[in-house]
């Protein structure tokens, strides 16, 4: 399949934001809470960065908990968005592509990178970039913590499956990528070492750790 551009995504995600002022905003996700435990195992003062923060419900929480945070996304109005909410603590908001985001953070220079669910949107190429590119910028030792929607999710058969366990299921959104557990397990595979995998079966969403050794 040919998969969206880069500012086609970024058309689809503002379309959505249109539609639903309140999307992603609101309390920070269970993955969150889940990755917070491994973050603390790495002492502090920490420097996170987070790919695809939308309006930045979790950017918040994390800087809120001492941490310093730089929150990418590709959506200006999700910026926009997030710039307008109330936090504490230092975070800094930046509207770019994730990949161009990673591509000019120093090397070694990051102590952790968190991505909820953005993982879906990205071609097979773009993913192996990005993997690669997270690796460069985290310190040794420092964690990789992404979460992934499952193929038990409702919605992954709602659409037109295009190809294998990617879904389109409509004009204002862009194809889905949902996980098997051996498509998680394969996620880095060689590069880092794997930490935490946990199912959450109520929201169909994979929660990994991976360490950069």
């Known amino acids: 399949m040919s998969w969206p551009?880069?500012?086609e995504r970024r058309a689809a995600s503002d379309a959505q934001y249109e539609k639903n002022p309140d999307r992603f905003l609101g309390e920070p996700t269970r993955?969150?809470?889940?990755?917070?435990?491994?973050?603390?195992?790495?002492?502090?003062?920490?420097?996170?960065?987070?790919?695809?923060?939308?309006?930045?419900?979790?950017?918040?929480a994390l800087a809120s908990a001492g941490y310093d945070v730089r929150a990418i996304d590709h959506s200006p109005i999700a910026i926009e968005r997030a710039r307008k909410q109330p936090f504490e603590g230092s975070l800094r908001f930046e509207q770019t592509d994730v990949l161009a985001a990673l591509r000019a953070t120093a090397r070694s220079s990051v102590d952790a990178v968190y991505a909820h669910a953005l993982y879906m949107i990205l071609s097979e190429e773009e993913l192996r970039e990005l993997l690669g590119e997270v690796f460069r910028a985290l310190?040794?030792?420092?964690?990789?913590?992404?979460a992934v929607r499952s193929v038990t999710d409702p919605k992954a058969i709602r659409g037109r499956e295009v190809a294998p366990d990617v879904w389109d299921d409509g004009p204002l959104t862009t194809p889905r990528r949902y996980y098997r557990a051996e498509t998680v397990a394969a996620l880095g595979r060689?590069?880092?070492?794997?930490v935490a995998t946990e199912f959450e079966p109520q929201l169909h969403l994979w929660y990994v750790c991976d360490l950069r050794p």
């Open 139 to 146: 310190r040794p030792g420092g964690l990789h913590l992404f």
């Open 5 to 7: 551009s880069p500012s």
């Open 190 to 194: 060689g590069a880092f070492e794997r």
């Open 31 to 60: 993955f969150l809470t889940w990755s917070l435990p491994h973050l603390a195992r790495l002492g502090s003062p920490l420097s996170i960065l987070e790919l695809g923060c939308g309006p930045g419900r979790d950017a918040r």
